[in-house]
């Protein structure tokens, strides 16, 4: 079943002042009541760093338990979210959808490593948005690794698209690690990549490879299955 999609602004300076942190909660809970046909970015574009960090995170958790979330464009001149804003706070909501076998955690409270492989799109937006989180006991950290033979303690892997042409070795290496791996752009998950992130028409898609994260070892959600493009490796 096609993903509902999730609309996303091109960047805009961000806002000089910050709301109170009421606000932002109040904004998220209003972009959730709203449904799927109304627009949450005229609420986000009052916020700004932190603050819209914490409302896109609330916003998306919310997402996770009934799909139904929809972030569009807004008018034109508001401040809305980035795309790799609202892609940070996707990463960070694979930690609390995602299971990982024990043998992936040294102690039970080990961090949760978000790690980043190539070029790096988000800036200090995915650190913003993880800190001071934590998800089954393991806090959140997020980590930039150089090479695929640094990336032996994350457990979430971004893989850039400046690493489109060693995406094979990439996975070679990883294979039997349970090292969930997320790229953003066209065709990884059928590459064996777990996680695509697709942006078409101003929203992010999630096209998923259950094969390849069950492999290992790994166990998706039903709930960020349910709104997911489910594919296989090599197909269409």
């Known amino acids: 079943m096609p993903s509902e999609g999730y609309g996303y602004r091109h960047p805009q300076p961000a806002l000089s002042r910050?709301?109170?942190?009421?606000?932002s909660l109040r904004a998220a809970g209003a972009a959730v009541a709203s449904g799927p046909e109304a627009s949450s970015a005229s609420a986000l574009k009052r916020l700004s760093g932190r603050e819209r960090h914490r409302a896109l995170r609330i916003a998306l958790v919310c997402w996770a338990a009934c799909a139904a979330?929809?972030?569009?464009?807004?008018?034109?001149?508001?401040?809305?979210?980035?795309e790799y804003q609202v892609?940070?706070?996707?990463?960070?909501?694979?930690?609390?959808f995602v299971d990982w076998p024990e043998q992936a955690f040294a102690t039970p409270s080990t961090p949760l490593a978000i790690c980043v492989l190539g070029d790096d799109p988000f800036g200090a937006d995915l650190d913003e948005v993880v800190r001071g989180e934590s998800s089954n006991g393991?806090?959140?950290?997020?980590?930039?690794?150089?090479?695929v033979e640094d990336a032996a303690g994350c457990h979430i892997l971004f893989i850039?698209?400046?690493?489109?042409?060693?995406?094979e070795g990439i996975l070679e290496t990883l294979k039997g690690r349970s090292i969930l791996?997320?790229?953003?752009?066209?065709?990884?998950?059928?590459?064996?990549?777990?996680i695509g992130l697709k942006t078409e028409a101003n929203r992010v898609r999630l096209n998923i490879n259950l094969k390849a994260a069950e492999a290992a070892g790994l166990t998706i959600s039903s709930k960020l299955?349910?709104?997911?493009?489910?594919v296989e490796s090599g197909t269409g």
């Open 87 to 96: 892609k940070a706070v996707f990463l960070f909501n694979f930690s609390r």
């Open 18 to 23: 910050f709301l109170p942190v009421a606000s």
């Open 69 to 82: 979330l929809l972030w569009s464009a807004g008018p034109a001149g508001s401040a809305g979210p980035t």
């Open 225 to 230: 299955l349910r709104p997911a493009v489910i």
């Open 138 to 147: 393991h806090p959140l950290k997020v980590q930039r690794v150089a090479s």
């Open 160 to 167: 850039s698209p400046s690493e489109q042409r060693r995406l």
């Open 181 to 194: 791996t997320v790229a953003d752009g066209e065709g990884f998950a059928r590459r064996g990549v777990m």
